[in-house]
C-alpha cells in the first residue's frame, strides 16, 4: 500500500496505525498506484492554538477524508500532532470499513503501562477510563478491562522491589513446528541432535547467573522454563535439567517455578513427577484449541483427546498451578467451535486461561503456505472473533476468574488482545513482572534476553544471547558473562 504524508509526521507511526485496517501491509514508496492498490494520505498543518488533521483513505474509485483538529495542552506539541493526524485517519478507516477497532488508535505501548501510569499520577478508576476513551478512542469494555487489570497488577507488582529478580531458561526446541507460530523453535533433527551440548552449555550458564544474582545482593523470587517446548526433552534430560536447577537455587523458596510445558503430545507422568519433585509450582498444558480439525489444520501433532490424557496426568502430579493456552481466531476456527473449547476448559477448572488472538507474524509457516491472504480474511471475520473474545470475558467472569495479565501484539486479527485468566491468588507472577518490566530477569539460552531494571522500569538494559542454539555453543561462557556482568555493573553504577 501507499502512504503519502504532508507535514512533520511520524511515518513509522503512521504505519503502525495503517495496519489496524489493513493487516499485513507492505509500504512502499515507489510502488506504482492501481486500482486495488490502497493509499492514505495525511496532511498536517499547524498554527499558535494547536494541530490540523486531514486524512483520506481511497481505493480506486472509492474514497472517505475526514479531518480533526487537536488544541495543544500542556502535552509534548509533537504527541499533539500525532494525536491529531490518528484520530483524522482512524475515523477515515472507520468510515471506509465500516468498522471500529475496539482499542481506538492505541498502538505499539502496552495498555496496562498507560493504566498505570494514569493511576500512579493520582487518576480514579473512573477518570483513567474516560482518559482511555478521549485520549486514544478506546471502547469503554476495553478501557475497563485494562483498568481492571492494572489494578489487580499493582497489588502483585509492590511485593517485587527493584532487588529482586526472576530466571528465565530457554528451551527452543519442539517436536514439530505449528504453522502459525513464530516462535524462535528448533525441530530439525539436525538441530535437536545438538539438544545434550545445548544442556550442558545451559547449566554453565546457569551456574555463572546464580554467582552474579549472589555477588550483586538479588533476591530470585520466579524461575520460568519457557520455549519452545521444555518437555521436548526427554525424560531423563529434563529431570537432570530440573534437579541441577533445583541444587543451584534454592527452589522451595520461590515464589513461582513455572514450567511451560505446552505440547500434550510431549508430556509423561514421569516428566511430571520430576517436576514436582524438584518444586515447580506452574505447569502450561496447552489444547489451543479442543476441535481436532483446525488441531490438524494448524499443523498441530495431538489430538483434543491427547490433551485430556496430559491434563488429567497434571492434575495428579500434584502441581498446583496448572494453566491452558487457547488461541481465539485459528484458521478454520469459529465461534461454535471455540465457545465449545472454552466451556469444556472451565469445565476442567484449571487455575490459569490465557486466551491468545491469533496473530499472522513474518517467521510463521502460514504465511509462506497461503501468502498474504491470511491477512485479508480478517476484516471479514473480526465479528466472529469480536464474538468469541466477548465470551470468553463472560464466561470466564462466571466462572471465577480475574483478568491478571494483558499484552497485544501487532498483526493480531482485529486488533484483539491476550488476556491471562486466573483463580483468585493463582496469577503467573512472572508473566506481570515481565511484562510491566518491574525487575531484572536474569535469562540463560538461545534467543534469551537479561533484562536490567532500574527505577521502576523508566531505565531498561538489555542483554540478548544468540539466537540459534549452534551460535550459542559457539560462544564463550566465560567471555559472555563477564560482559553481562560489565553492563550490569555499569547499568546499576548510574541508575541506583
Ligand atoms: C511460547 S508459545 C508456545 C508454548 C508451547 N510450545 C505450545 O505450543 O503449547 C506460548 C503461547 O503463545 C500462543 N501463540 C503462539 N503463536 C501464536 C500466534 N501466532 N497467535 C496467537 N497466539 C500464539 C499459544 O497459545 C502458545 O501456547
Ligand atoms: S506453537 Fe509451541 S509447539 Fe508449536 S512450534 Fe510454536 S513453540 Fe513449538
Known amino acids: 500500500m501507499k502512504l503519502i504524508i504532508h507535514g512533520d509526521l511520524g511515518r513509522y507511526y503512521l504505519q503502525t496505525l495503517c495496519l489496524l485496517f489493513f493487516p499485513g501491509a507492505k509500504f512502499s514508496e515507489s510502488e506504482e498506484i492501481t486500482a486495488s492498490t490502497p493509499v492514505v494520505t495525511v496532511k498536517l498543518t499547524t498554527d499558535d492554538e494547536g494541530a490540523q488533521a486531514e486524512a483520506t483513505v481511497c481505493i480506486g474509485e472509492r474514497s472517505v477524508t ?6 495543544y495542552t500542556d502535552l509534548p506539541k509533537k504527541k499533539t500532532e500525532n494525536m491529531a493526524a490518528s484520530k483524522a485517519f482512524f475515523d477515515a478507516a472507520k468510515k471506509f470499513f465500516g468498522y ?19 493511576l500512579n499520577s493520582g487518576m480514579t478508576k473512573e477518570q483513567t477510563v474516560k482518559a482511555l ?8 469494555k476495553k478501557a475497563t478491562l485494562a483498568t481492571d487489570i492494572a489494578r489487580n497488577e499493582s497489588k502483585i507488582i509492590k511485593k517485587y522491589p527493584l532487588d529482586t529478580c526472576s530466571v528465565y531458561i530457554s528451551i527452543p526446541f519442539c517436536p514439530t513446528r505449528c504453522s502459525y507460530c513464530s516462535f524462535v ?40 522454563i519457557g520455549g519452545g517446548t521444555p518437555t521436548t526433552l526427554s525424560e531423563s534430560q529434563l529431570e537432570d ?26 508430556i509423561s507422568a514421569k516428566k511430571l513427577e520430576s517436576a514436582k519433585n524438584h518444586n515447580v509450582t506452574r505447569i502450561s498444558i496447552n489444547p489451543q484449541t479442543l476441535n481436532n480439525f483446525v488441531l490438524r489444520e494448524i499443523d498441530r501433532h495431538h489430538t483434543a483427546e491427547m490433551f485430556f490424557k496430559a491434563y488429567e496426568m497434571a492434575q495428579k502430579s500434584g502441581i498446583p498451578c496448572i494453566n491452558t493456552d487457547l488461541i481465539i481466531g485459528l484458521p478454520t476456527d469459529d465461534f461454535d467451535s471455540y465457545s465449545y473449547t472454552l466451556d469444556k476448559i472451565i469445565e476442567l477448572d484449571p487455575q490459569n486461561i490465557t486466551a491468545h488472538t491469533f496473530c499472522v507474524k513474518r517467521s510463521a509457516d502460514i504465511l509462506k503456505e497461503e501468502g498474504l491472504q491470511i491477512y485479508s480474511r480478517e476484516n471479514k471475520e473480526n465479528y466472529e472473533i469480536s464474538k468469541c473474545v ?17 499484552y497485544r501484539q501487532k498483526n493480531a486479527v482485529g486488533n484483539f488482545e491476550n488476556v ?8 503467573g507472577i512472572y508473566n506481570i513482572l515481565m511484562m510491566e518490566e518491574i525487575h531484572s530477569i536474569f535469562a540463560a ?52
Open 66 to 71: 475526514r479531518s480533526h483538529r487537536e488544541p
Open 100 to 118: 471500529t477497532p475496539s482499542w481506538g488508535i492505541m498502538t505499539g505501548v502496552r495498555p496496562t503501562k498507560i493504566v498505570l501510569d494514569y
Open 133 to 140: 476513551r478521549n485520549d486514544y478512542l478506546v471502547y469503554h
Open 185 to 224: 523453535s528448533f525441530t530439525t533433527k539436525k538441530l535437536l541432535a545438538l539438544i545434550p551440548a545445548y544442556l550442558e552449555s545451559l547449566k554453565l550458564e546457569l551456574s555463572m547467573i546464580k554467582r552474579q544474582i549472589e555477588e550483586s545482593g538479588f533476591k530470585l523470587k520466579t524461575i520460568y
Open 241 to 266: 535439567l530440573l534437579s541441577y536447577i533445583d541444587k543451584l537455587f534454592d527452589t522451595s523458596s520461590l515464589d513461582e517455578f513455572t514450567l511451560e510445558a505446552g505440547r500434550p503430545d510431549t
Open 390 to 406: 466477548d465470551y470468553t470475558q463472560i464466561m470466564t467472569k462466571k466462572a471465577g476468574y480475574l483478568p491478571y495479565y494483558m
Open 420 to 427: 491471562g485468566f486466573c483463580k483468585k491468588g493463582t496469577e
Open 445 to 496: 539460552g538461545a534467543g534469551a534476553v537479561t533484562k536490567f531494571v532500574g527505577e521502576r522500569n523508566v531505565k531498561i538494559e538489555r542483554i540478548f544471547n544468540p539466537k540459534y542454539p549452534y551460535e550459542y555453543l559457539e560462544q564463550d561462557r566465560q567471555l559472555a558473562f563477564e560482559h553481562t556482568k560489565k553492563v550490569m555493573e555499569q547499568f546499576f553504577a548510574q541508575n541506583q
